[in-house]
């Protein structure tokens, strides 16, 4: 099965632990500017990047993410 990136879900998951987008700023030490490019889709984040908002926000990174299913590539 073959997927690709689909829309953001940061936001979302923010809105579920009750955070706000400059708390999860502070946490990671990047600017709110820089988390907002992600919730708007503007930016997508590194596997690096990711792997920590996952940590902060308890979730996978999978979570992080709409997927598209685009495939079977067997």
Known sequence: MAYKVGRCLLQSRL???????QQLA??????K???SKYVLD????????AKNVASVLNCHIEDLYEWIEVGNKE
């Open 15 to 21: 809105d579920n632990a009750a955070m706000t987008q």
């Open 33 to 35: 500017q820089q988390i």
């Open 26 to 31: 502070d946490k990671l030490g990047v600017t």
């Open 42 to 49: 503007r930016q997508k984040m590194s596997l690096q990047v």
